[in-house]
């Protein structure tokens, strides 16, 4: 666990990047990934792009160990995901930020508290609860929306509320898996563009996506898959793969 914490913790300063070292991944024999090799570095912004089933969402999976590669290494600032026991994977993923399209949202809680959730999971006293929850508030515009139920709030701000639960422990990597797949396109740019200025902080971002605007408008690094395969990796790029 000592060695989880170096690289993961955020009051540790960590050197955070994301590294896959010939990844396969196969599901009965079929290959979702096919030498997979990628390196994200601090404070990085991509997207991971390519159309339905290229393995977009298996690669995101490896990266919060939600799966395993069949063959090949998965790091997280240096740390090995392959190498993790159970009990070492909820710490991970605690001092991850993973944001998810469906918000993933607790429906009983407030605004406050679903932010709050994981700084309580990690015996955060309540002082320094309210410090760090009002700072990622602050951080969506939210802030003011403390007291409000997921219910009673807009797609866009649902999405505002799971980005600030994903920042308020400081990590230094933040996970955005198809983060706009339910929202309208002027949200979906909003969401994006906020998620590039936390990259600008310092937290590496990685956002898989197949919003061809919304990739298009940013001219960012693009990293597409196809077929399990990495047939592109470049920098201000546009998202040009073929759908199908």
Request: aromatic share 6%; charged share 20%.
């Amino acid at each position: 666990m000592a060695t989880l914490e170096k690289c993961v913790s955020p009051a540790k300063k960590p050197v955070a990047m994301i590294r896959l070292q010939n990844v396969y991944k196969n599901y009965g024999g079929r290959p979702a990934l096919s030498n997979v090799n990628l390196h994200i570095a601090l404070g990085e912004f991509a997207f991971l792009v390519g159309p339905s089933g290229a393995g977009k969402s298996t690669l995101m999976r490896l990266l919060y160990r939600e799966e395993v590669p069949t063959t090949g290494n998965v790091f997280i600032g240096g740390v090995n995901l392959n190498r993790l026991h159970a009990g070492q994977i909820p710490l991970l993923r605690r001092r991850l930020g993973i944001i998810f399209q469906d918000f993933k949202l607790l429906s009983s809680q407030t605004v406050f508290n679903n932010v709050a959730y994981i700084l309580r999971a990690l015996g955060v006293d309540e002082a320094e609860v309210a410090k760090r929850v009002n700072s990622a508030l602050a951080v969506v515009n939210l802030e003011h929306k403390w007291d409000a139920y997921p219910s009673e709030l807009s797609g866009g701000e649902q999405q505002r509320v799971g980005i600030a639960r994903a920042i308020v422990n400081g990590p230094p990597v933040l996970l955005a898996d198809e983060p706009t797949g339910n929202l309208d396109p002027a949200t979906s740019l909003e969401i994006v563009q906020l998620l590039e200025r936390i990259s600008q902080r310092g937290t590496t971002v990685l956002i898989s996506t197949h919003d061809q605007p919304i990739v298009n408008a940013m001219r960012r690094r693009v990293i597409a898959l196809k077929g399990g395969e990495v047939v592109a990796d470049v920098d201000n790029g546009i998202y040009e793969l073929e759908m199908s």
